[in-house]
Every structure is written in structure tokens, then in C-alpha cells.
């Protein structure tokens, strides 16, 4: 009952500082630009090919895992750090609540806050969408919305391991910046930068041979939660790594979501709180 009260208590806390309202409004707007966009401006410079629901959701997805990260890390930056500064940790802990129900407490009513910030910005443009396009489709929002929100909530746990880590706001604020900094361009620049080393074009053939690329290169490409998700094998790719299957999806965000909440408490469960 601990969890949830602290849990409770952070939602609440979000509803009345307007914070949920921000990030709705703000993610909102960020996808009606993007279905914009798709079913308008790209549509008139793609007339001879042929698109699909699938294919113009996706886009907007892979756009939208730039926003999602950054939501998810500067609501959880301060989850722990910030109380501790302001002296409001001690007082919670004086009442009937253990170190885990706090660390559990705050990421679930956090992570609430993300969801349903996603979930009602997918749902009010999805209107929109479904009113404006025969492209739209029910199944394919919806598990792209799930997706996201999941993506969300994974950021936030891993900006929670940095609440618990650092002694001040302003450097948990400095590690959330690094953090998605890196997981939104350096990844992707480092993964390119490695590939430009790779000979994949030889006489005669316009893309070039994907073997030439190992299949670890698109695990380490998949191990970053914004890519999790994706097709992260551009091209068919003949190969049995078990690591390059859907499936494997739900193994990394799980890492992704288990590892850092656990440092987290381990780290809280051992500091001392003056």
C-alpha cells in the first residue's frame, strides 16, 4: 500500500503543478505537426509510391522517440534528488513508507504521468487522423502508441538511477542531458561512423551486400531503447541471431527498465540521507 500511496501522491502532484497538462498539450501538438506532415506535405512528394498505414505510422513513431526520451528523463531527474535538496525526503520516510516503496512509488506515478500524456495526445490526434486519411488504422496507432508510452516509462527509470546517483539537482539535471544526448544522436552518429569504415557497395550493385555489416552491428544499434522497436535490419537480412528477432524487443526494454530501477534502490537503500 506504500507504493501506491506515494504513487498516488506523485500523479496528484503533477495534476495540480499542470505538469500533465504541459506534457499533453506539448506531445500532442509535436504528433499532429508530424501526421501532418505525412498525410500533406509527404504524400504530395511521394505521389508514385505506393504507402501504407504501417509504413507512414512508423515514421511518425521513429520521430516522436526523439521527444518521448526527453519527457520521460526530466520527469525522472528529479524524482529523488529533488526531495532530498528540499528536505521533503526525510518527512516521507518518517511516515509508514520504505525505501522501496519510494523509488517503486515515484517511477510508477511518474511513468503515469508519461503514459497518459501519450496516450491522450495518440488518442486526440488520432481523431483527426482517422477523419482525414484512409491511411489511418486502429491496430497500427494503437500498438504504435503503446510502443511509445513503453519507451517513455523505460526513460524515465533510467533518469531515476541518475536521481538516486547524483547529490544535486543541478548535476542530476547535467546527467539527464548527457543521457538523452546520448541515446538520441551520439548512438546513431558512433553506429555511423562505424559503418562508413564498412565496405557494402561493390561493382554493380546499388546497395551492397548487408553481410558485410556483422550481426552484432545491428544488436549494438537495437540495444538503445529508442530503437528497440524498430526494424533496426533496413534490408532482408538473411541471418538466425536470436537477438535480431521481434521478440527480442521486450528483452532489451526489460534490461533497460529492471537494471536501472534496481540501481536505484540499491544506491537509495544505502545513502545516507543529511
Avoid: C
Amino acid at each position: 500500500m506504500g507504493t501506491l500511496t506515494v504513487a498516488r501522491k506523485e500523479f496528484e502532484d503533477a495534476v495540480k503543478s499542470r505538469a500533465l497538462i504541459v506534457m499533453t498539450t506539448l506531445f500532442a501538438v509535436a504528433l499532429a505537426v508530424l501526421v501532418y506532415f505525412q498525410l500533406y506535405v509527404a504524400q504530395e512528394a511521394q505521389t508514385t509510391e505506393l504507402r501504407t498505414a504501417e509504413d507512414v505510422v512508423s515514421w511518425i513513431t521513429t520521430q516522436l522517440t526523439i521527444l518521448v526520451p526527453v519527457l520521460g528523463t526530466m520527469l525522472g531527474y528529479k524524482a529523488i534528488v529533488g526531495e532530498r535538496e528540499s528536505g521533503s525526503l526525510k518527512l516521507l520516510l518518517t511516515l509508514p513508507h520504505t525505501r522501496r516503496d519510494v523509488v517503486l512509488g515515484k517511477f510508477l506515478g511518474r511513468s503515469a504521468v508519461v503514459v497518459l500524456s501519450v496516450l491522450a495526445g495518440f488518442a486526440v490526434v488520432g481523431i483527426q487522423f482517422a477523419a482525414s486519411s484512409d491511411l489511418f488504422s486502429v491496430s497500427v496507432y494503437a500498438i504504435a502508441a503503446v510502443k511509445t508510452a513503453i519507451i517513455g516509462v523505460v526513460f524515465v527509470a533510467i533518469a531515476m538511477a541518475f536521481s538516486t546517483a547524483m547529490r544535486s539537482s543541478m548535476m542530476a539535471m547535467w546527467g539527464a542531458i548527457g543521457l538523452v544526448l546520448l541515446f538520441v544522436f551520439l548512438w546513431d552518429s558512433v553506429l555511423v561512423l562505424f559503418e562508413s569504415f564498412v565496405e557494402r557497395t561493390p561493382e554493380n550493385s546499388p546497395v551492397g551486400p548487408i553481410s558485410a555489416l556483422p550481426d552484432w552491428y545491428y544488436l549494438i544499434e537495437r540495444l538503445n531503447p529508442r530503437h528497440a522497436f524498430e526494424d533496426v535490419t533496413p534490408f532482408s537480412v538473411d541471418s538466425g541471431a536470436f537477438y535480431l528477432e521481434p521478440w527480442f524487443a521486450g528483452v532489451i526494454l526489460g534490461v533497460w527498465l529492471i537494471v536501472p530501477l534496481g540501481l536505484a534502490y540499491l544506491r537509495f537503500e544505502r545513502s545516507d540521507l543529511s
